[in-house]
């Protein structure tokens, strides 16, 4: 087993909305965390708060929020599935994942290890991280900051004995240090037993399963059975890229939470709350549309940062919360053999998921009623031969559709075979035809037309002639034409005259 830990040393001010002013954390008197603007003035953890104000008067004072922390650990919790589903809480300030079955995953510990640190970090967290064979010595190394991960078991007695007593209790440290020990090495040379009757049986235990003489069982941390997250800004903000790079956080715990439930999401809402006024709307609603299940959080991102960008706030937002209602079971792709790590690192799914990232990405840009995609339908009517519906409808029940006039009929509930032309069709129709003028009985169009092919008779529609909207009936003659400009129409001539019909690639 490999152990990586995630210490949180400024926990109880990350916890609540950053601020850019000397501020700290309080329980009691005594101050617990500090900012880098009050650490800079010379305010330090430990102090009491009547020297930290003689130091820096201006200073910002907020009390310790216990439930703030355990939800912040609890959302770095919910991250972290994205890379294991083995996570435990250690508190008051540590988060322990298992990662020696994702190691292969993921590349290898040369690239896991440095990725989760970095990503917590983006995560809002001040974090030490650290890499070691049991759980307790991986707790240890990070409070210590200790950044070598310690991958072999034969080598923890030597690592951890370079470690201060301060990575331990303070009462057990200051007990340790009245014996003349002054590092982990010094203890581990002392006698278990007498350690055993002079600082009880639970030290000499902790000290045997830091070491993997004993096992160290962690409860898994329980993945909540719904998902909402809500997350406070540190100030109002109607910026969309301030609002994008907080929202980023929520998605990556949601990421998270969906890979440990082998889950995916058609669509999530991200709700604004703006600040109230007299006339200002309390609640925003973002819905975040995609068109297959996905739990990848860059593709999440990509289509929030184009919605939030063309997303009118009627004030600035204070807080956020992302909701997901349905999650979808998301089996996992097969990859192809050569494709690389990087491959199965990423999680692309090849060139489907990449043109339903293009489609969710012009939605988000366009508008969902103005990208749709077109499906073959049986009517020998050019115009009616197809029909417009959600780029994702796979199911009739699914199927919404977004043209009006004609194409807005509702497809089929079931697919229906539909014989191909026996003449060729052009990829562009004009909506209406447009009609062409005629001379000697030769349409027009910049000069004479010369006709290639044709004619090719089609005549239907009688079930719907009169009603409205419909085409009803036609009796045309279609031919493929040249014009003098060197244009390949598909032109067709009927009762009323010549028109043009569409035009070829």
Partial sequence: MLWLALFLPRLPLDALPESAQPSVVVAGEGIVAANDAALAAGVTPGLRLASAYARLP???????????????????????GAFTSEVSLAPPATVLLEIGASLRLFGGVERLFPQIATEATAQGFAVQAALAPTPLAAEWFARAGEVRPCTDLALLPQRLGALSLAVLLPEQAERLAAFGARTLGDVLRLPRAGLSRRLGLPFAQDLAR???????????????????LRLELPARSDSAPALA???????GALSGWLAV??????????????ERGA???????????????????QRMARVLDERLAR???????????????????????????FSGAAHGVAGNGGGDARVAELIERLQARLGEQRVFRLRAVQDHRPECATHAESPWSE?????????????????PSTTMATARPSAPRPLYLLSPPQALPEVGGQPQRGGA???????????SGWWDDGEPGATGDVQRDYFIAVSPRDEWLWVFRCVDGWFVHGLFA
């Fill in 261 to 274: 439930r082998a889950a995916g999401v058609r669509e999530c809402v991200l709700e604004l709350c703006c």
């Fill in 395 to 411: 199911t009739a029940s699914s199927r919404r559709t977004v043209a009006s006039g004609p194409l807005a009929r509702t497809a």
């Fill in 58 to 80: 201006g200073l910002f004072v907020r009390p310790r929020d216990p439930a703030r922390e355990i939800a912040a650990l609890q959302r770095l919790a919910c991250w972290a």
């Fill in 279 to 297: 006339r200002a709307a309390p609640t925003v609603q973002l819905a975040l549309a995609f068109a297959e299940a996905t739990r990848d959080a």
């Fill in 210 to 228: 830091a070491l993997g003489e004993l096992p160290d069982p962690r409860a898994r941390f329980v993945f909540p059975e719904s998902f909402s």
């Fill in 245 to 251: 790079f907080a929202a980023r956080r929520l998605i």
């Fill in 449 to 459: 037309l010369h006709l290639l092919t044709g004619p090719e008779r089609i005549e």
């Fill in 311 to 337: 997303l009118p706030l009627p004030a600035a937002v204070e807080s956020m919360c992302l909701r997901v209602d349905a999650p979808e079971a998301m089996a996992g792709r097969e990859g192809q053999l």
